[in-house]
């Protein structure tokens, strides 16, 4: 059967950021497989420093179009982990429902459901419940950014306020306007045809609030990753937020892989954890 170009394309983006994902060993979770929610799926591993005490929480929600991926992939996990480690701070890494299951509004439920279940068992681990901070790469990205978008979504499921945001390299901010322009099958796949569901399932149109702070990593490589980054940007700054665009030179998988390694790109976003942190 022969692949249109389109397809290929997808299918090679897809392909490269779990080939990626493969290419560092991560360390292993000391907390691993724990239970947050009913389906099996809802499953998060915890990474925690050595005499971890009040500890700041990164929490990671992988990528994969929606459909594919995993909480313990390698370029989920690694340099991220292991930086997160050095700098004291847990590292958690959730898995959620996953298309065709469960379409992208149901699995920023799974990952607000995460987010309750991390503030609350927190402390058990040496963690402190408000210093917690939400990360993802695409699809992830996009995920987080939805709950940063839309608090309301994280409270239905019982979570609190977190310090802020981090998203690698989505392309699906406004996924109305992603929608209406060519784009690659995958997003059909995730959001389908009605106008309604992509304006629910924007971050851009659903920011309605100054959203906690937020750091957007786009990849200069990508066509579409910093325009719709940058308006994002721009409407949290009307309405008094603070949400920073970083653009990197690298591929979408290396926005995912390479953080955490020694460089410009884990210095920045280190700076930006850094600015998060409570005095208290």
């Known amino acids: 059967m022969r692949l249109s170009p389109i397809r290929l394309a997808t299918l090679a983006l897809l392909l490269v950021a779990v080939a990626t994902a493969s290419a560092a060993g991560p360390p292993r979770a000391d907390l ?21 005490r009040k500890a700041p929480i990164v929490v990671m929600v992988h990528g994969g179009g929606w459909r594919i991926g995993s909480k313990d992939a ?40 995460a987010l309750a279940y991390v503030q609350r068992t927190a402390p058990r681990w040496g963690g402190d419940p408000a210093q917690v901070v939400l990360m993802g790469h695409s699809a992830g990205a996009h995920l987080v950014a939805l709950l940063a978008a839309a608090p309301d979504i994280a409270r ?24 209406r322009r060519p784009h690659l099958p995958l997003y059909d796949q995730a959001f389908g045809r009605e106008p309604d569901y992509w304006r629910r399932a924007s971050p851009t149109l659903r ?45 979408h998988a290396q926005i995912n892989a390479d953080l955490g390694l020694p460089g410009d790109y884990t210095a920045k976003v280190e700076a930006f954890l850094a600015s998060l942190r409570s005095t208290r």
């Open 32 to 52: 691993p497989d724990l239970s947050y929610g009913p389906d099996p799926a809802h499953r998060l591993d915890v990474y925690r420093p050595a005499r971890a």
């Open 74 to 113: 390698r370029g989920v996990v690694g340099h991220k982990a292991e930086r997160s480690l050095a700098n004291g701070r847990i590292f958690v890494s959730i898995d959620y429902r996953l298309l065709p299951g469960a379409d992208p509004l149901s699995q920023a439920e799974d990952v607000a459901r």
């Open 156 to 179: 239905a499921q019982g979570a609190q306020a977190w310090r802020g945001t981090v998203a690698l390299d989505s392309a699906a901010y406004d996924v109305d306007a992603l929608m």
């Open 207 to 251: 920011l309605r609030a100054a959203p906690a702070p937020m750091l957007l990593v786009c990849s200069s490589q990508r066509r579409l990753s910093c325009v719709q980054a940058d308006a994002f940007a721009r409407r949290a700054s009307e309405l008094g937020g603070r949400a920073e665009v970083l653009r990197v030179d690298l591929n």
